[in-house]
């Protein structure tokens, strides 16, 4: 591991939703936008604004990585097929998902545990506040910009404009 690699989410990997785990160095030289999903949240629509920006930025670098998480009002209940199956039905998904994880606590996923600290929310806080919380990686792997689970995905496009 090179010393940049120490100081990027290249480190991290991840099971796919469909078990297989992924080293996030398979995103090497992407934009990411990591994002903590829910199936049966208020900002559960966010999933059509996500699917549009990997639709228009994607030939251009950018790949949008779901993480479902069911830490905050249980509303993430499904299991791993009928998540992805729903995500797909009812918004169009194409990006890749990865099975539920817990973003909050000692037993949160290593990968939140460094994006709480790399980029720390409202007054130093790491800690996610809710669903659809995301974090834009630049293309060497380093968390560049965290934003509220209010913040809708096309807000976003000046952002991601700049680092593609």
């Known amino acids: ?8 989410i290249y480190k991290f990997s991840a099971t796919g939703i469909d078990g297989n785990p992924v080293s996030l ?14 199936s049966q949240c208020g900002f559960t629509p966010q999933y059509k604004g996500l699917q549009a920006l990997s639709d228009q930025y994607a030939n251009q670098g950018l790949v949008i990585l779901g993480f479902p998480c069911n830490q905050f009002g249980q509303q993430e209940p499904g299991n791993s097929d009928q998540i992805q199956t729903f995500c797909e039905i009812n918004f169009g998904v194409s990006f890749p998902l990865f099975q539920k994880i817990k973003v909050n606590g000692s037993d949160a996923h290593p990968l939140y545990q460094y994006l709480s600290k790399a980029v720390p929310g409202i007054l130093g806080t790491e800690g996610i506040k809710w669903n659809f919380t995301k974090f834009l990686v630049d293309r060497s792997g380093k ?19 700049a680092l593609l």
Not at 28 to 37: F, Q, R
Request: net charge positive.
């Open 1 to 8: 591991m090179t010393a940049q690699d120490s100081a990027s």
């Open 25 to 38: 160095s398979t995103y090497k030289d992407k934009v990411l936008l990591i994002v903590n999903t829910a």
């Open 143 to 161: 968390v560049v910009k965290r934003y509220p689970p209010t913040a809708k995905p096309e807000d976003l496009v000046k952002d991601i404009q």
